[in-house]
């Protein structure tokens, strides 16, 4: 039995070869991003190791802000004098170091990365610690001069000589760069200018007796462990964060971390996409051959092989397949991890392909992987195959498999239908969030088995609907390519199958998305009155001087400032809620038209209140007069009374969780040294909106980090982060569609062998080789559209239930793209006609009496 499974599997590899592709796929995009995280993590291991000081002294994080506040928090320098009395301790430096710091040259061009990544200016020591060394020129001398990395430098065509303009919280000033630095072990993809201690001090943190925080190195023979107890007991660690090296590198990893699981859960989304339809591929792929090779299977039966034997048989050819694909797989993944850490390179982060990573799980999970979807896979094939007797498998397998009766089939998919059905509806019913999440994850999946299992059911009526012209428009060849995909449903069930689980998801997400962009669209209409919206490129908070020139302009009228703080409530339910709130300038009635279900904007606005959103209220036991205990970042303490509460949780820019803002006099009182996030600015009476933006830019024109918006601007900028989203949702379908034009490829080349007898007799009786071509293509795209239509249907009910799970978010808008929906059906009858190509090709070229004479 071995001997004939190996023979087997050699005779049938190139069969084989569209499900080999499928498990290399799904295993290549598991191995590629487990490698590309494991680089990343250990590269930033080691920058971290090397650039860490032993132990650390902080301001006090009681809270971890989502939003940049631009506020810099410090602690006294002179603490750096007291930490190096403490026993242990070898030295003790003072850092000076600000993220997202506005560099512009001489230009007027921002200096820095364009990717998300900060532009962090520091104060330059020349220790082992430093992350970067200096490889040219020489060190910063007093105010004016500075060192920038030699990434940026060779980016932006900067050398030692030009001037560089910094825009920080104090104020803007000038430098001359005067040295070249490169990175000791790798640039995480930020720009780095350096200046000296106390320039840096003063320019950054507005005077010398501030810093952002203590290095402090360890004494031969002090553990960092003990070195921070001594400190800590020193300096307090109730007042400062006292930290090793070890925990300031695990903080550092903490934050990557997000950024490593977008990329990662992303490739394996990938993964999971080409293995759910893969399935599909394999399981039809594994059933035609065992329905093509009944003879040999129940000879073997008559010689002896019993059904254990049989069914073992294929599921060893399963595995050998699978083991075949998941080496090819991994040797793809080391590929697309090398092509992932060039990509990451253009965006300025530099990894070294030498150093690749590839840890004992990859593998691992590379070959569970792809072994364990082909068994599983080819399971119910090899129960099929063992279940049949001698006798029965001597007759013709493919009318015996089509003319099984789909009654299982019917019960299971409508009772799994049925279950489904009801968990969408009590997810349009539902009243709170997460019921409504848990109950649509509950009905997708449910659906979506029970498409799977009745598509055999459903491909008769539809494909009669479907391919309804194709006799009057094709003639007989029409009709023929009609019946041949209605011969074997579960067949045209399973090759369409693959296709409709990838365009399910993709029209889902695309009335989810389009419902999202409409929700925000009159959001924005009924809440934003403001003329125009000032705010940074990246949302990252601009410092005072930008606002006084905005309220300085020529025509500018009313200007209320926006900043964004984090901020922990104490609810009376005993939740305490981290949260970002907003701060706003009283005028707040002139730019933003919010409607109150108790209280005004006065009220919420004055100091010592705030204004809460009614439904998040009702939920924790807030009423109006409510006293909430109230944190704010650096330790500030407040019980806040509530003086409003408000319809607005998701209007754009006033509050994340439960709606909060209050006003500008509490953020200045409580968090000091906050910047502002946006100006919202009306024109003056007298002064036409086109001409007050004209002269906004013009104000702006030294600050290209700094744009005008009106509303229009507003939705487009709304749009464009929604459409990421959908951009990569269209690149799960546009993976889906690969293996599933792989599987309907490898059907219709299956068909092709199954009925080379019936294709040399229409040859024989005057079927012209075009029109068999045509026949094949016209089958190949009846299914992908029945698929596509499917799959659409099934996905637009997802999308609408999840359009429900939106509107208890406040987004009310139903939208359905049925542009979209059109160019997915017509697109998939082009995938159709593109997958047939191949298998129409390979029958036009058969030799008619040897195809007559095929057994």
């Known amino acids: 039995m071995l001997k004939a499974t190996l023979r087997s599997f050699l005779a049938h590899k190139g069969r084989l070869l569209m499900s080999a592709l499928a498990v290399v796929l799904s295993v290549a995009f598991v191995a590629g991003s487990l490698i590309f995280s494991d680089t990343v993590g250990r590269t930033y291991d080691r920058l971290f190791a090397s650039t860490a000081a032993d132990v650390t002294v902080g301001p006090k994080q009681d809270l971890t802000p989502p939003v940049p506040s631009g506020a810099v928090q410090t602690v006294p320098a002179s603490l750096a004098r007291r930490v190096a009395r403490v026993p242990g301790v070898a030295a003790a430096r003072v850092d000076a170091v600000v993220d997202n710091v506005v560099v512009v040259d001489d230009r007027n061009q921002p200096v820095g990365p364009t990717t998300g990544a900060s532009t962090t200016v520091r104060n330059w020591e020349d220790t082992g610690r430093s992350p970067v060394r200096l490889t040219s020129g020489h060190a910063p001398h007093g105010d004016g001069q500075a060192l920038l990395d030699a990434d940026t430098a060779g980016h932006q065509h900067l050398r030692i000589g030009d001037t560089l303009t910094v825009r920080a919280r104090p104020g803007t000033f000038r430098v001359r760069i005067v040295g070249i630095t490169t990175f000791t072990t790798t640039n995480p993809g930020a720009a780095l200018l350096c200046l000296d201690t106390p320039t840096a001090q003063t320019r950054l943190l507005g005077s010398t007796a501030r810093a952002t925080g203590i290095a402090v190195d360890a004494a031969r023979g002090v553990t960092d462990t003990e070195l921070r107890r001594r400190v800590g007991a020193a300096v307090g660690t109730g007042t400062y964060d006292v930290k090793t090296a070890a925990e300031q590198a695990r903080s550092a990893a903490e934050s990557l971390g997000g950024f490593l699981g977008v990329i990662k859960y992303v490739m394996l989304g990938f993964a999971g996409i080409a293995v759910l339809v893969g399935v599909f591929l394999i399981v039809n792929t594994f059933s035609m051959l065992i329905a093509q090779r009944t003879r040999e299977l129940g000879l073997l039966r008559a010689l002896g092989a019993d059904r254990r034997q049989v069914r073992r048989s294929v599921l060893t050819e399963a595995v050998l397949l699978g083991l075949a694909g998941s080496t090819l797989g991994l040797a793809a993944g080391i590929g697309l991890a090398a092509g992932l850490m060039r990509l990451m390179g253009a965006f300025g982060m530099r990894l070294r392909v030498d150093e690749m990573v590839i840890g004992r799980a990859t593998p691992v999970a590379a070959y569970v992987v792809g072994v364990a979807v082909t068994f599983v896979a080819a399971y119910l094939p090899a129960r099929r195959a063992a279940a049949v007797s001698p006798m029965a498998a001597l007759a013709d397998a493919e009318v015996a498999d089509a003319g099984r009766p789909l009654r299982v089939r019917a019960a299971v998919g409508a009772v799994l239908g049925t279950a489904g059905a009801g968990a969408l509806t009590g997810c349009g019913t539902a009243s709170t969030t997460a019921t409504a999440v848990s109950l649509l994850g509950l009905g997708v999946v449910l659906t979506l088995i029970a498409t799977v299992v009745a598509g055999p059911l459903l491909a008769r009526p539809l494909i009669r609907v479907l391919g309804g012209a194709f006799p009057a428009l094709f003639g007989s060849v029409g009709r023929m390519s009609q019946r041949n995909a209605l011969r074997n449903p579960r067949r045209t069930g399973a090759t369409a199958a693959a296709l409709m689980v990838g365009l399910a998801l993709v029209g889902g997400m695309s009335v989810a998305g389009a419902s999202m962009t409409r929700s925000i669209d009159h959001q924005i209409d009924r809440t934003l009155g403001a003329d125009y919206i000032v705010q940074n490129r990246s949302f990252i908070p601009f410092p005072p001087e930008i606002t006084e020139k905005v309220r300085a302009t020529p025509g500018a009228g009313v200007v209320v400032r926006q900043r964004l703080v984090e901020v922990a409530v104490r609810l009376p339910d005993g939740r305490r809620v981290e949260t970002a709130a907003s701060g706003f300038d009283r005028p707040l009635d002139a730019v933003a038209h919010i409607k109150y279900a108790a209280g005004n904007s006065a009220a919420a606005l004055a100091d010592g209140h705030l204004a809460m959103d009614v439904g998040f209220a009702r939920k924790h036991g807030v009423r109006l007069g409510s006293v909430l205990p109230t944190e704010f970042q650096g330790g500030g303490r407040a019980g806040l009374t509530v003086g409003a509460l408000t319809h607005q949780q998701q209007a754009q820019g006033f509050g994340l969780q439960g709606g909060l803002y209050f006003g500008i006099g509490t953020v200045d009182r409580y968090e000091p040294g906050t910047q502002d996030a946006a100006l919202y600015v009306d024109a003056a009476p007298g002064t036409g909106t086109g001409l007050l933006r004209a002269r906004l830019e013009r104000t702006l024109v030294p600050y290209p980090n700094v744009q005008v918006r009106d509303q229009a601007d507003y939705k487009k900028l709304v749009h464009d982060q929604i459409a990421v989203l959908l951009y990569l949702v269209y690149a799960l379908l546009g993976l889906a569609i690969v293996i599933a034009v792989l599987g309907v490829v490898n059907t219709l080349a299956l068909s092709v062998v199954e009925r080379t007898r019936e294709i040399g007799l229409l040859r024989a009786i005057g079927l012209a080789r075009r029109q068999l071509r045509r026949m094949i293509?016209?089958?190949?795209?009846?299914?992908?559209?029945?698929?596509?239509?499917?799959?659409?249907?099934?996905?637009?009910?997802?999308?609408?239930?999840?359009?429900?799970?939106?509107?208890?978010?406040?987004?009310?808008?139903?939208?359905?793209?049925?542009?979209?929906?059109?160019?997915?059906?017509?697109?998939?009858?082009?995938?159709?006609?593109?997958?047939?190509?191949?298998?129409?090709?390979?029958?036009?070229?058969?030799?008619?009496?040897?195809?007559?004479?095929?057994?």
Do not use: D, K, Y
């Open 777 to 855: 293509r016209l089958e190949s795209v009846v299914i992908s559209v029945f698929g596509a239509v499917l799959g659409l249907v099934v996905g637009v009910v997802w999308g609408v239930c999840a359009q429900r799970v939106l509107a208890l978010q406040g987004m009310t808008a139903l939208a359905i793209p049925w542009g979209t929906i059109a160019a997915v059906v017509v697109g998939s009858a082009f995938v159709g006609v593109v997958a047939a190509l191949l298998p129409a090709l390979r029958a036009s070229r058969m030799n008619v009496l040897a195809a007559i004479a095929h057994e």
